[in-house]
């Protein structure tokens, strides 16, 4: 005699048969999680982050240097945007690899990265006091001004303070004229000479020096201007009062120089980058190279790498 279920059993049954399927479901989905072939994948997608990353920070490291050498605004702005760029790139490859690590990472991959995160923040810090510094270009436009303006001007003092002496050269004051009109020839070439190695200076100390040093050559070339005019006949009062014009000119012009050069972004931008930029990024790197062997070095069941399973 067959039996059949009552109404009253149906539900109980239906709920039995329905947790059944979902337990089988289960079982098959954590079996499928922990099968080589799933392992072996989800640990190719981590080492391939982590090579995104280090792809990132090389184009990052080769942009920054290439801002901080640049010889315009331009250029220097545009690398600078392009190592911002893969900055922002290696951020994101960071947050990636980091809900990888959550879902089925090592404690110690964990920890790794974290001092990952700790040098990429250094490294970011100093990239943008480095790039900052980079698109300015103080040296350079001061090199600039000097090897431009300055040294056109000194060239026209120099020719006008020449007709000074050529004009008065059989005069009774020549002996008295020639000395004054050559002292201020030579000290505005020596304020000149000093003014390049004041650009190229790193220390704010060397650059006092430099320029109290410019500053007794400017009195005495001032000073021996001053004896010029008071000496000059009518015919010689124009060019005295030209030579006076064209230093007054060149005056202005090395205390922009000083300025720009007293900025010193191009020269701080290369020390920091030589420095303090590739030690960050050399602990950015070495903590990327740990998390891929970490994750190389994770054991997958069946799965020798190429050497045997059980070696004799």
């Not at 279920?5 to 954590?30: D, E, K, R, V």
């Amino acid at each position: 005699m067959t039996t059949r279920p009552s109404t009253q059993n149906l539900p109980w049954l239906f709920g039995g048969a329905l947790f059944l399927a979902l337990l089988l479901a289960l079982l098959l989905h954590f079996r499928d999680d922990a099968s080589p072939a799933h392992q072996l994948s989800d640990k190719a997608s981590r080492v391939d982050v982590v090579a995104r990353m280090q792809l990132g920070l090389a184009s990052e490291s080769e942009a920054e240097k290439s801002a901080v050498l640049a010889i315009t605004d331009k250029d220097s702005q545009t690398f600078a945007d392009q190592a911002r760029a893969a900055t922002a790139g290696v951020e994101r490859e960071r947050q990636e690899i980091g809900a990888l690590l959550a879902a089925s990472g090592t404690q110690r991959e964990q920890d790794l990265l974290a001092q990952f995160t700790a040098a990429l923040g250094q490294l970011k810090s100093l990239d943008e006091e480095v790039l900052g510094l980079a698109v300015k270009n103080t040296n350079l436009k001061a090199y600039g001004l000097l090897f431009g303006a300055a040294a056109s001007t000194l060239a026209e003092m120099d020719a006008t303070l020449a007709q000074v002496i050529a004009k008065r050269a059989d005069s009774p004051s020549a002996r008295r004229v020639i000395p004054m009109a050559f002292g201020a020839r030579l000290g505005v070439l020596r304020i000149q000479t000093m003014l390049a190695p004041h650009i190229a200076e790193e220390s704010v100390e060397k650059m006092d020096q430099m320029e109290a040093s410019m500053g007794k050559e400017e009195v005495q070339v001032r000073k021996d201007l001053d004896g010029l005019a008071a000496l000059a006949k009518p015919e010689a009062d124009a060019d005295v009062t030209t030579a006076l014009s064209q230093f007054g000119r060149y005056e202005e012009l090395k205390a922009r120089i000083l300025a720009l050069s007293r900025e010193n972004t191009n020269v701080r931008s290369l020390a920091l980058s030589l420095n303090q930029k590739r030690k960050a990024m050399a602990l950015c790197l070495d903590a990327l190279n740990a998390l891929k062997v970490a994750i190389l070095e994770e054991p997958i069941a069946g799965v020798t790498y190429g050497r045997p399973a059980k070696p004799r």
